[in-house]
């Protein structure tokens, strides 16, 4: 027994002296050194406070830089149109907006007015089009004058019953708009979710980064420097840190909890927001912008199995690939997601990280597993089912983070003085 000791001593000693597979993982190493400093300093603190310390210690200059291709900047004057084409080329969910009016000798603050994401944009556009239900007594006449481009058919019934049927032409009468072609990104500044533009500094910590994507649901930071951004921290960039720290004891004895443990899901089972396979999509869409969530189940008819997964994401295809909808008499949840999985299938696109992946687990699993899970297969969710495979719980990214850190007494201060979210009445 003392030899095997001596074994797993020996390796644990190689495993540190070996360089680091990736940069991700340097950086893991990083709240490793601070890990073990409060151990041997016997510092005596409950294994959350320790990894809140170390994050704390450790500024977001350390974090690998994204592809210079994701960190791209859209004018104010872009049309939605054109901010759609730049988003879905870059395969990307949102940008900073830069303002083209702004003086030269602005401050970073000054030159961005917020983050246009591609929910916000295909939201505001739905908002402006969509059909008039049983209860709103707006008239197909209307309708045709709003997808004419007159715009004193905005605002059409958005009340809580479900959304109309819609023909799959619908979407092509969208692309075609005038409001589509001729809107700029600054006129929809009401589906930002900051505004004025919220971004960290190099020098800020590790702790104020996760703490802003998960308690304060932000799913993507630019990080300024010099009065540029200089990169962009997202959710599944953080996640991909975690799944690269494996093997690290700081991420172990975190990341072998399970989910009951860590006290996931957050939500009751008779809580979670769901759609009917037979429903709309649009419903779906409605139900994500009105519960300010990113995703959400398709559900059989008795509502407690999950058949598919659709999230803000996936609405690109409304406005990239209409034609795909084009012959249905209306679109529904699932044949929503049907359609653009044989659509990518055929155009050899169907990717591990397309929408058509609707990934389970259980309360049992370790977070370690769905971590490394998330992150191969690039996805934003998972969905906790029983035994028998009805629908327990929903897992996000920022579900994760959230357990990982927690927010001290009065830690951001003054920080969000002038930087608000979204109001209560955004359309997003």
């Known amino acids: 027994m003392a030899t095997l000791q001596a074994m797993r001593v020996v390796k644990e000693e190689e495993r540190r002296c070996q360089s680091p597979r990736s940069p991700e993982a340097r950086l893991g190493m990083k709240v490793e050194n601070l890990w073990d400093g409060f151990h041997q300093q016997g510092t005596k603190l409950a294994p959350i406070e320790k990894l809140n310390a170390c994050f704390e210690g450790i500024p977001l200059s350390a974090f690998p830089t994204c592809p210079s291709s994701q960190v791209i900047e859209i004018r104010s004057d872009t049309s939605l149109a054109e901010a759609v084409r730049v988003l879905s080329e870059h395969r990307i969910l949102g940008a900073p907006v830069f303002d083209v009016d702004a003086p030269e000798d602005a401050n970073w603050m000054e030159k961005y007015i917020g983050v246009v994401e591609f929910a916000g944009i295909v939201v505001w556009i739905l908002y402006q089009f969509e059909p008039p239900s049983s209860r709103s007594p707006k008239t197909g006449a209307t309708f045709a004058l709003a997808l004419n ?117 957050l939500m009751a089972t008779d809580k979670i927001i769901k759609v009917y396979e037979d429903e709309p999509v649009l419903q779906a869409f409605k139900l994500m912008r009105k519960e300010r969530i990113g995703g959400i189940p398709i559900v059989d008819a008795s509502g407690k199995k999950a058949v598919g997964n659709i999230s803000l994401r996936d609405i690109c295809f409304l406005l990239t690939a209409p034609k795909i909808y084009h012959d249905y008499r209306f679109v529904t949840a699932k044949g929503f997601v049907m359609a653009t999985k044989d659509y990518l299938e055929k155009n050899h696109e169907l990717t591990a990280h397309t929408m058509c992946n609707m990934v389970t687990c259980k309360k049992d699993n370790m977070m370690k597993e769905l971590i490394v899970m998330l992150d191969s297969k690039m996805i934003h969710r998972l969905y906790v089912v029983d035994d028998e495979g009805n629908l327990e719980g929903v897992i996000t990214l920022r579900d994760i983070i959230s357990k990982l850190v927690h927010e001290p007494r009065g830690y951001f201060g003054d920080f969000f003085d002038g930087v608000l979210p979204s109001p209560p009445n955004s359309r997003v």
């Open 149 to 265: 481009g007159v715009t004193s058919a905005v605002g059409l019934d958005l009340g809580p019953e479900p959304a109309a049927a819609t023909p799959g032409s619908f979407f092509e009468a969208l692309i075609t708009s005038e409001i589509y072609r001729s809107t700029k990104v600054r006129e929809i500044s009401g589906s930002f979710r900051w505004a004025p533009f919220l971004a960290l500094q190099k020098e800020d910590s590790f702790l104020t980064m996760l703490l802003l994507l998960s308690k304060y649901k932000m799913k993507s930071i630019p990080i300024v420097d010099e009065g540029k951004i200089d990169n962009i921290i997202t959710q599944s960039s953080v996640i991909h840190m975690l799944a690269e720290c494996a093997g690290l004891q700081w991420f172990e004895d975190w990341g072998m909890k399970t989910l009951s443990q860590l006290g996931l899901p």
